[in-house]
T-cell receptor
Framework: AQSVAQPEDQVNVAEGNPLTVKCTYS??????LFWYVQYPNRGLQFLLK??????LVKGSYGFEAEFNKSQTSFHLKKPSALVSDSALYFC???????????????FGKGTKLSVIP | GAVVSQHPSWVICKSGTSVKIECRSL??????MFWYRQFPKQSLMLMAT?????????EQGVEKDKFLINHASLTLSTLTVTSAHPEDSSFYIC???????????FGPGTRLTVL
């Protein structure tokens, strides 16, 4: 069974400072990893994904994530935080090769990011 | 990014009535659609997975007779909450899988309140 851990319920960062939202995962085989962002009373917006290749993945709105196989981590990062980045962030995983049409994602519990002006 | 719409965005209904929520994939064909439920300050709980033209697969603990899912076409899936009760009040989110990019895109969600 696959699982995702987001160890921080909340992350506070000052505007302009770099931010990191942590994620570790467990999955059978190669992982297919995602980050999504959710604003209040809205659905999830896709930020980025990792399949294979370069361990540093660049996504929307200046976000990037670093895949670390040995640490089974996929931390989300941004060099300079904006107040508008304040939202709920979800990490998700599934096996890269899903058999029998099973494409279900397993989500972490989410991390609330607050960027302080 | 890809666009998935949901309608309505919010609905208030009386206990015992049925509510239908539509999920449309606007710019790709979704062979697989997912329905999630989200409680306040919690993560998403997968309710069911549906493939176009076949019956939905429900997660353990989700009543298939209460949460009717229809995936009649590659761009439309519906969730009908039958005989709704206050405990069904929640935020329901659909997700469509883009076959070509193998990525799930989410709708904006539907806030259901049952009085």
């Amino acid at each position: 069974a696959q699982s995702v851990a987001q160890p921080e319920d909340q992350v506070n960062v000052a505007e302009g400072n770099p931010l990191t939202v942590k994620c570790t995962y467990s999955v059978s085989g190669n992982p297919y990893l995602f980050w999504y962002v959710q604003y209040p009373n809205r659905g999830l917006q896709f930020l980025l994904k990792y399949i294979t290749g370069d361990n540093l993945v660049k996504g929307s709105y200046g976000f990037e994530a670093e895949f670390n196989k040995s640490q089974t981590s996929f931390h989300l990062k941004k060099p300079s935080a904006l107040v508008s980045d304040s939202a709920l962030y979800f990490c998700a995983v599934r096996p890269l090769y899903s058999g029998a049409g099973s494409y279900q994602l397993t989500f972490g519990k989410g991390t609330k990011l607050s960027v302080i002006p | 990014g890809a666009v998935v719409s949901q309608h309505p965005s919010w609905v208030i209904c009386k206990s015992g009535t049925s509510v239908k929520i539509e999920c449309r994939s606007l710019d790709f064909q979704a062979t697989t659609m997912f329905w999630y439920r989200q409680f306040p300050k919690q993560s998403l709980m997968l309710m069911a997975t549906s493939n176009e033209g076949s019956k939905a697969t429900y997660e353990q603990g989700v009543e298939k007779d209460k949460f009717l899912i229809n995936h009649a076409s590659l761009t439309l899936s519906t969730l009908t909450v039958t005989s709704a009760h206050p405990e069904d009040s929640s935020f329901y989110i659909c997700s469509d899988r883009d076959f070509h990019t193998d990525t799930q895109y989410f709708g904006p969600g539907t806030r259901l309140t049952v009085l």
